[in-house]
């Protein structure tokens, strides 16, 4: 079993930035694709970013050249290094780790809200 817990949401006006984190527990020597997913009021829950124990990293096109996903295996810890916020980018924020490649993973965090104020 693995735990994830995000932190970092927040209030922020358009143009700023966040940086949410990802804190992993649990059977975490065996994940290997970490990954952001969010999902706006009323809407489905959509990739963000994701990122495999190999360094393999993909992006939703909207995030393109303002986010950035990275990870700290020592920290057992996950990033999304969010800039250039848009009032489009609110919505809650779900960290997902799984035992493979693939995406989304087995397992989610409870997620944390990021709203954009324009």
């Known amino acids: 079993q693995v735990q994830l817990v995000e932190s970092g949401g927040g209030l922020v006006q358009a143009g700023g930035s966040l940086r949410l984190s990802c804190a992993a527990s649990g059977s975490i020597f065996s994940i290997n694709a970490m990954a952001w997913f969010r999902q706006p009021p009323g809407k489905q829950r959509d990739l963000v970013a994701s990122?495999?124990?190999?360094?393999?990293?993909n992006y939703a096109d909207s995030v393109k050249g303002r986010f950035s996903i990275s990870r700290d295996n020592a920290k057992n810890t996950g990033y999304l290094q969010m800039n250039s916020l848009k009032p489009e980018d609110t919505a809650v924020y779900y960290c997902?780790?799984?035992?493979?490649?693939?995406?989304?993973?087995?397992?989610w965090g409870q997620g944390t809200q990021v709203t954009v104020s324009s």
């Open positions: 997902n780790a799984g035992l493979t490649r693939q995406v989304p993973g087995t397992y």
């Open positions: 990122i495999t124990s190999g360094g393999t990293i």
